[in-house]
């Protein structure tokens, strides 16, 4: 497992973007798969983007196609999801969570279950 620390959150309107930022103070973050979830009260962690460890493959939820962009730089051990568009249903707890894998793994997952280390979550709120 590496530790890893959200930030970017806040506060913005409906239309606006913000830039989540994913990092690890650990070399060996370029080994894991990322991916970002998020949660609203009362509902489950739903997944919204992955990348694989070399950024070679990408993968989006439907509702945040042609909004979100993830993006990765192992240099600097980070991970960045670009919000654009944002919609008042954006609007949760947004969690940073890793896998390592195998450099041939180019898979995406999915379900919170097959991630082993996870951020404490950054909030984003959008007002209408």
């Known amino acids: 497992q590496v530790p890893l620390v959200e930030s970017g959150g806040g506060l913005v309107q409906a239309g606006g973007s913000l830039k989540l930022t994913c990092a690890s103070p650990?070399?060996?973050?370029?080994?894991?798969?990322v991916g970002w979830f998020r949660q609203t009260p009362g509902k489950e962690r739903e997944f919204v983007s992955g990348?694989?460890?070399?950024?070679?493959?990408?993968h989006y939820v439907e509702s945040v196609k042609g909004r979100f962009t993830i993006s990765r730089d192992n240099a600097k051990n980070t991970v960045v999801l670009q919000i654009d568009s944002l919609k008042s249903e954006d609007t949760a707890v947004y969690y940073c969570?890793?896998?390592?894998?195998?450099?041939?793994?180019?898979?995406?997952?999915?379900?919170?279950?097959?991630?082993?280390?996870w951020g404490q979550g950054t909030q984003v709120t959008v007002s209408s």
């Open positions: 969570t890793a896998r390592r894998t195998i450099l041939t793994d180019q898979l995406i997952r999915t379900t919170a279950g097959e991630y082993a280390s």
């Open positions: 650990r070399t060996a973050f370029k080994d894991y798969a």
């Open positions: 990348i694989s460890r070399n950024g070679g493959n990408t």
